[in-house]
């Protein structure tokens, strides 16, 4: 059963969106420390975590800001959504790997990784999928 209703999937891209924007916003705000956050999983090192620290908060903002705004809104979905299904297998191999680290989502009010934050990212990517399928008009998106 997919959504259909317009103003539920409006809803949906202001609340991904946001939360995209703002997750991007407050990691732009301090890249050293999201750098070091990056870091902590001991997946890459020092260079690649500064790159990562530059580059993924400005990908969630844009994508962020072309999901709210409706422009090209199915590729903005892509996007989110494969960033939230890395973010769960980040999370998922962390805990296995019995590491204890600030998932680095939201800044200062980051947590530890850990299942609140999978089932987080899982509820954000059922918006993401509802919109990446989300029917489409006869209008590129």
Not at 89 to 108: K, S, W, Y
Request: net charge positive; hydrophobic share 60%; with cysteine.
């Amino acid at each position: 059963m997919m959504v259909r209703n317009k103003t539920v999937l409006l809803a949906f891209r202001i609340a991904l969106g946001g939360l995209f924007v703002y997750a991007g916003a407050v990691k732009v705000l301090d890249p050293l420390d999201f750098a070091q956050d990056i870091l902590n999983y001991q997946l890459v090192g020092q260079s690649l975590s500064l790159i990562a620290a530059i580059v993924l908060p400005w990908l969630e903002i844009l994508a962020g800001l072309f999901l709210i705004a409706g422009t090209w809104k199915h590729g903005a979905a892509l996007i989110i959504s494969a960033l939230l299904v890395f973010f769960i297998v980040l999370t998922a191999v962390t805990m296995i790997r019995g590491l204890e680290v600030d998932c680095g989502c939201f800044g200062a009010l980051s947590r530890r990784s850990g299942w609140g934050v999978i089932l987080e990212d899982l509820a954000m990517l059922y918006l993401g999928v509802w919109l990446l399928f989300e029917k489409r008009t006869g209008t590129r998106t």
